[in-house]
Structure formats: C-alpha cells, structure tokens
C-alpha cells in the first residue's frame, strides 16, 4: 500500500451515477502523485491540519500561489507515516510545477480544483 493522490478540477453541479457514486458533468484530470507525504502535508494544513485521507480538499487560487511559492524555496512541511513513503519533493519537482501551471489555467476557465489522497 502507499499514498495515492490525484488532484482534478470539476465544473457543473455534481451528480450520483447509477452505482452511487458522484459524478461532474465535466471533469478534468490534472495531476497524480503515489508517494509524495510532503505534498500531502500541505494539502492537510490547507484543510485546517486535519486528516484528509479519503477528503476532497478544494483549492483556491491563494492555495496554488502557495504551494508554488513553498514548492520553489524548498519548503515542503517534512511529513511522515506508515504509507507515506519517503521524501519525493525533488522527484516531483517537474509534476508539482506543471500541476501548479495547470490549475491555474483550469480555474481561470471556470473549474473548482481539488486534492484527493487514499492508501
């Protein structure tokens, strides 16, 4: 087991499918991520420091600025846990900035962005 995490943005009013499941009439995929706990631990501060495992967190666009912010100066909170895995914050360097380019466009088209983790 590890840490999967997705992030996505949903636009149009959700809706439960014939499984029971929520749905968005327009869904757009934006990032993945297994394994990386420090990216986690700022989701989990911008969600008041409460576990979210298994929450959508929504981000705005002040959370976007500060997680760039926090992404380029190296400064990730140092967050550990039994599927977490270890620190991934250079390896996802690339992937955490093109998401941040990415979620910045897709709220300027109208969409709300979330974080989303499970094991």
Not at 29 to 54: C, Q, R, S, T
Request: glycine share 10%.
């Amino acid at each position: 087991m590890s840490l999967d995490q997705c992030a996505c943005g949903h636009k149009g009013i959700e809706y439960t499918n014939e499984f029971g499941e929520s749905e968005y009439p327009d869904e757009l995929y934006l990032a993945e991520w297994i394994g990386h706990p420090n990216l986690h631990g700022f989701m989990e501060n911008v969600y008041g420091g409460k576990d979210i495992n298994g929450v959508r967190v929504e981000l705005t666009i002040e959370d976007i600025d500060a997680l760039e912010q926090t992404i380029n100066e190296s400064d990730l909170p140092k967050t550990e846990g039994f599927f977490f895995g270890g620190d991934a914050d250079e390896h996802y360097y690339e992937e955490d900035s093109k998401f941040i380019v990415d979620a910045r466009s897709a709220i300027k088209d109208g969409y709300s962005i979330y974080y989303y983790s499970n094991w």
